[in-house]
């Protein structure tokens, strides 16, 4: 099974197209689960939630602990065997599950799978090709869940850069295939957690300290 962790705060203008997406895989129902992790939003992303409970597994916290604990909250509870994460202002493509879990069902010797990727606008329109692994992303990786459990998950410490702390922590012991094909769409719409280039310039100095 595929777990897909959607980590959600204040982004309720996009929260519903990253679960349509999920909904919309071609992968059969019964073999993944869809995880939101309600990271204690002050708008109106818990009432949008509540319309997808039938289909959704839904953890609305009672405090802000930030993307990477959220993240490692919706790992804890996850049922699949691989999971995927999706950031609540993004989506996907209807056939990124069925790729990423043939690939890695059929091929023990990989460790997780990428894909490339779409940057697209506020109205989801296509800006730019990316190929994932000269510029990759925290999302549209399917891990298997045991080995992010052996390097310990995401350090909560950080409070941006946390992917680049785990991916590299990850390929220190495993690998990250990337399929050529552009099966995840990264929003970009201006309040991007990267455009805090304060935050960024501090979490990559604590970034270089902890793998120099």
């Not at 919309?24 to 995880?35: H, P, V, W």
């Not at 891990?143 to 702390?165: H, M, V």
């Amino acid at each position: 099974m595929v777990s897909v962790v959607i980590t959600a705060y204040n982004y309720d203008r996009y929260i519903e197209r990253a679960i349509r997406s999920v909904l919309d895989q071609s992968l059969n129902k019964g073999l993944y689960e869809i995880i939101v992790v309600n990271d204690c939003s002050t708008d109106s992303t818990a009432q949008i939630l509540e319309n997808y409970q039938e289909d959704v597994r839904i953890f609305n916290l009672e405090q802000n602990v930030g993307l990477a604990a959220a993240r490692n909250i919706g790992i804890k509870k996850a049922r699949g065997q691989y999971i995927v994460f999706l950031d609540a202002d993004d989506y996907i493509q209807k056939d990124l599950l069925f790729v990423q879990n043939t690939f890695l069902n059929e091929n023990n010797a990989l460790d997780a799978v990428s894909v490339d990727y779409y940057l697209v606008n506020e109205r989801g329109v296509h800006l730019k090709h990316v190929d994932a692994s000269e510029q990759p992303i925290a999302c549209g990786i399917m891990f298997r869940k045991d080995f992010l459990y052996e390097i310990g998950l995401y350090d909560e410490s950080f409070r941006a850069r946390e992917e680049e702390d785990l991916r590299l922590r990850f390929l220190k012991k495993y690998n990250i295939y990337n399929i050529c094909l552009p099966l995840y769409r990264y929003r970009f719409h201006g309040n991007n957690l990267t455009t805090n280039h304060s935050l960024m310039q501090d979490a990559q100095l604590k970034l270089d300290e902890k793998h120099r």
